[in-house]
């Protein structure tokens, strides 16, 4: 059965309604205390918060890329996981204390993306992308599709996996889009905030047998602060 993409947004969400551009509310209902575990810090909720947002608004987009395309049982299946991932990382920020909490949002909204990427692909009628470790450079530009040899100011050259945009911004000798965070008075990569290791590991801890995933865990010192996947080495 063949489903026509114009209304597939409306039909799967139901009254699953996206926020309108606006950012998620927080700590509508707060989880229930667990001592002992570290609370999100502000910086990290405030990325998961922008995260959270940012898919919404992709996911709003994407309706407008397939409208009028007929979309298999495979793809709506895929649409759905998507718009569910969304509506999961909504609520479970709602509730979220810990990084133990941040950590298994970042792994939603990483499911969610991988899901919104089959869609596009479907549509095309291409097969489905390979699962591949978040962009290195911002996990919220989604899967990366290579990875490309790349080093930060100061630091030593290690392959790590990037986004089509980013990967093509190195490539030819560009900058890429790093995704920067608040640390005390001043902007960093997210990578040199320890207060995002729990968001890192939500992304990246699925791929923690990828050889250049465990490049990066095994090299971290080689980058200058970035520290934030070293938990992936520990089991």
Not at 52 to 66: K, N, S
Not at 117 to 140: H, I, L, M, W, Y
């Amino acid at each position: 059965m063949m489903i026509v993409a114009g209304m597939v947004f409306l039909a799967l969400r139901g009254s699953r309604a996206l926020n309108g551009g606006q950012q998620p509310q927080q700590l509508i209902n707060p989880g229930p205390v667990r001592y002992g575990e570290t609370p999100i810090g502000d910086a990290a909720r405030a990325s998961l918060d922008a995260d959270i947002t940012r898919f919404g608004d992709e996911l709003r987009d994407l309706d407008l890329d397939v409208v009028g395309i007929e979309l298999s049982e495979e793809a709506r299946a895929n649409y759905s996981e998507a718009l569910d991932a969304y509506e999961n990382a909504k609520q479970a920020m709602n509730q979220a204390r810990y990084e133990s909490d941040a950590t298994a949002i970042a792994h939603i909204l990483e499911e969610g993306r991988y899901a919104m990427a089959c869609v596009k692909s479907r549509a095309q009628g291409q097969p489905v992308p390979e699962r591949r470790p978040p962009c290195f450079f911002d996990p919220a530009h989604g899967p990366s599709t290579r990875n490309v040899t790349w080093a930060p100011l100061g630091g030593a050259p290690r392959e790590v996996p990037a986004c089509a945009l980013d990967a093509a911004r190195v490539t030819s000798g560009a900058d890429p889009h790093i995704r920067m965070v608040q640390q005390g008075y001043q902007a960093v990569p997210y990578w040199q905030d320890q207060g995002h290791a729990a968001y890192a590991r939500g992304y990246y801890e699925p791929y923690g047998l990828d050889p250049v995933v465990q490049g990066l865990a095994k090299g971290a010192l080689l980058f200058g602060g970035f520290s934030l996947l070293m938990g992936l080495l520990d089991d």
